[in-house]
């Protein structure tokens, strides 16, 4: 029996949990090979018009696992840190899949709350039985799957180059060098290095979440937000890049939220969609190195 596993998603933030917890586990999993125009086009075949593009890739990795696999995980995260709301797609990304692909194969559905490890070993037990794994197996798997998440370091910190911007976007956008055309080497062939939203502090994070009406509770607001403040306010950047998915709802209000609070601050805003024609992405970013400059 051999269980697929996606790497779109939130994967690019839990990799180390769920490749240690599969290993551990001792199952035959395969791991989605990174994205690619197949894996694109597989996507959007098998998904809803209207979804962004992260969406749509994953959409395409699990699509291409369903060929060879008999089972493929696909998680249901509710949230990922006390408090904070991510957006509802996540919640609902079993029935999308499945009505999208027309397969009903998915394991490890059951809703995971990555800030209550009790919850989420409940929710992880439930897939393990239908797999056939003892109780005990799946304890030592997640007490490793555990540590090797917490002592991973992620985020970018970079320094030599002439110019340096906070990188701010949801994981999937960020890492995923195929959905955002290679960002990251077009940032370092104009000389600008980034800084990502890691390398600020959860009371850091907090101190700027004053002065609303409401206290945000978007996750991915607070996440890119307060670490654009944080970082301007202690002048460690010249500049932002917000790397976003066209028609992602959060982002809308989040990229009004940081223009209404940064003044002329230079801020610079890639939208990524299924479009992979690079001529007016590269004049934009080489036009902003021009603004920050
Ligand atoms: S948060 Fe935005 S980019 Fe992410 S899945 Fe939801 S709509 Fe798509």
């Known amino acids: 029996m051999k269980i697929g596993i996606p790497g779109g998603l939130l994967y690019y933030r839990y990799e180390p949990f769920v490749r240690t917890f599969f290993n551990e586990l001792e199952v035959d999993a395969e791991y989605s090979t990174r994205s690619n125009k197949e894996i694109l086009d597989l996507g959007a075949r098998n998904c809803v018009d209207e979804a962004c593009l992260p969406m749509k890739l994953f959409h395409g990795h699990a699509a291409k696992l369903q060929k060879t696999c008999d089972y493929i995980t696909v998680p249901r995260i509710m949230n990922c840190e006390f408090g904070e709301s991510i957006c509802p797609k996540f919640r609902g990304l079993p029935e999308l899949v499945g009505s999208g692909?027309?397969?009903?194969?998915?394991?490890?559905?059951?809703?995971?709350?990555?800030?209550?490890?009790?919850?989420?070993?409940?929710?992880?037990?439930?897939?393990?039985?239908?797999?056939?794994?003892?109780?005990?197996?799946?304890?030592?798997?997640?007490?490793?799957?555990?540590?090797?998440?917490?002592?991973?370091?992620?985020?970018?910190?970079?320094?030599?180059?002439?110019?340096?911007?906070?990188?701010?976007?949801?994981?999937?956008?960020i890492y995923d060098s195929f959905a955002n055309l290679n960002l990251l080497q077009k940032l370092?062939?104009?000389?600008?290095?980034?800084?990502?939203?890691?390398?600020?502090?959860r009371s850091e994070l907090m101190g700027e979440l004053t002065g609303f009406i409401k206290r945000p509770y978007w996750f991915f607001l607070i996440h890119n937000f307060a670490p654009a403040m944080v970082l301007m306010k202690r002048k460690d950047i010249d500049g932002i890049v917000y790397v976003s998915s066209f028609c992602c709802g959060t982002d809308s209000v989040t990229i009004e939220l940081i223009k209404n609070s940064i003044g002329s601050f230079p801020f610079l805003v890639l939208k990524l969609d299924e479009q992979t024609g690079e001529a007016g992405y590269n004049t934009r970013l080489e036009a902003f190195r021009e603004v920050l400059k």
Request: charged share 30%; net charge positive; glycine share 8%.
């Open 188 to 201: 370092h062939h104009l000389d600008i290095g980034v800084i990502t939203e890691e390398w600020v502090n």
């Open 101 to 173: 692909t027309g397969k009903s194969n998915q394991i490890f559905t059951e809703p995971i709350y990555m800030n209550d490890k009790e919850k989420l070993k409940k929710a992880l037990k439930k897939g393990c039985r239908q797999i056939g794994v003892s109780d005990s197996r799946l304890e030592k798997a997640f007490r490793s799957a555990l540590e090797n998440q917490s002592n991973t370091s992620f985020g970018l910190n970079e320094d030599g180059y002439r110019h340096r911007v906070f990188l701010a976007g949801h994981p999937y956008n």
